[in-house]
């Protein structure tokens, strides 16, 4: 995780830095740091957030239209000040700033610690800058070829940014696993980890690919090489990001924003393929991969966290409408498990970065044990999106808070729309419920605005249950992965320990945490096997446990039995949890809210997970 920015040009280069870091604050704010340089190599940092940044560095001299900035999401050292980026070489003419782990860090350490370099951090990162200094001094070769030779020494994921004393107009930049991206401006350069620091200034970016490393001079263009010393052309390509898109617009926090944003984000997600007048679904971006699907023995689903959670929404949509069968499977175990996969097999990856390192490990091994990979992706030319065969976009717009709201529902989306144009391709659907679920799919952005507007009588729960130290969510069926969902948001962002569990499984364990101190919220919509659930509530009433259920419009039964309830608008079964999971939602936000966290940025997390 962590973020980087830098930059090279006519202006003045710490306001800029500092605007960009706070757009990356969501990869990482254990602490943050920025190098200036002009005569010399001017280094600020602290732990905290950039803020705390902003405050440490007040007063001080940061001129200079050349520098470099971090904010950091600790791996290799515990996040204080001394492990704050960017680091310094041993004789202070090299900083750099990192993005990623490298894994054989300990030998490399104990090696340099051998010819007489001293380490001030803990981090892995300070060995690759002094290994650079070494290579400079021993072999007497520019720091961009040190940097090269380097590079191929080290194992594991880096996005790095390199500031040399001595040469006051270069920037050196590479990555491995880690993303980065090079805006291109008149006479400047921007890096950054993703866009967002870079939109305003410019829309032109090159993408640089894994084992590359740019030169970036001023009055230059830029330089591109492989670890290998192979010349690369760079390619520059168009931002279709706007700069509104990624402000708050009015709401309190981005999760919020992007809660509100889903009646619009479901839209985007669907628009131009879901055609309901003509009775089709489109999916332009695997077009040529349709056959492979059809034909496919099984179809994997590798994901992490909320993607996760889209992805067994995806199991139940794909076997209920196409009756093809689907294997959902966490990527982090997936990567490790020496999986019986071959060339019949279809894996879809997905994942909002497009950047999570165990799933894109994950993609890796499918690709080569043969398997056909797809992606559903949300960030357009991420890692993950390049490193599949093909893929659909999910078009929810960036998502900035931390905890994914928008994304998971846009997957949903994708997947609803994949697993119908699936079922109609094999005929395993009749044209009518195909045209049925159509309809209702497209009337979904309307239902979802709908629920926003129970905000207030959500926020009226939230009250209630805000001081609750333990909750259970309860669902079955496609309600079974909204209840891990609506759990994992809870907990993440007001760090109350919530569970999801399929409601009957209650019994064979949870069940001894019930009494009258334990919420739990069912999700008990009137579809599917609606009066089983009902039985699962009478069980946790009987031991007097307190019950939050979201039902459906008009429902008389399970209200009767719950101490609260949210009313969601009734549809089809396998579209419920596009709408049941957006009460969920601002049940988190608004316990997170009045807990006083911080909602945006919850503890220990991290948007983009770029290490395993
Ligand atoms: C939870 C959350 C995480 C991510 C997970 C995968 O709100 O955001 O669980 O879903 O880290 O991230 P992506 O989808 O980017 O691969």
Redesign the pocket.
Known sequence: MCGIVAYIGPRDAYPLLMKGLHRLEYRGYDSAGVCLLNDDLRVFKCKGKVSDLEDFVAGSDVSGNIGMAHTRWATHGEPNTINAHPHLSQNKTLAIIHNGIIENYTVLRSELKNRGYTFTSDTDTEVLVHLIEDIMINEHVSVEEAVRVALNEVIGAYAIVILAKDFPDKIIAARKGSPMVIGVGKDEFFIASDATPIIEYTNNVVYLNDEEIAIIERDHEIQIRTILNQKQTPYIEKLAMSLGEIEKGGFDHFMLKEIYEQPHSIYDSMRGRLHVDQGIVTLGGIRDWEQKILNAKRIIIT???????AGLVGEYLIEDFARIPVEVEYSSEFRYRNPVLGEDDVVIA???????AD?LAAIELAKSKGATVLGIC?VVGSS?ARATHAGIYTHAGPEIG????K??TAQVAVLTLLGLLLAQKKGTISQTEFQKILIELDRIPAKVQQILELSQKIKDIATIYKDVKNSLYLGRGYNFPVALEGA??LK?ISYIHAEGYPAAEMKHGPIALIDELMPVVFIATRRGIYEKVITNIEEVKARKGRIIAIVTEGDETVKALADHWIEIPDTLEALIPLLATIPLQLLSYHIAVMLNRNVDQPRN?A???TVE
Do not use: D
């Open positions: 994901a992490c966290g909320t993607s996760w959670h997905i994942s909002q970065s497009g950047e999570t799933t949300n993950i931390v905890a994914s709201t994304a998971f994992l948001k993440e997390l948007k983009s997970v």
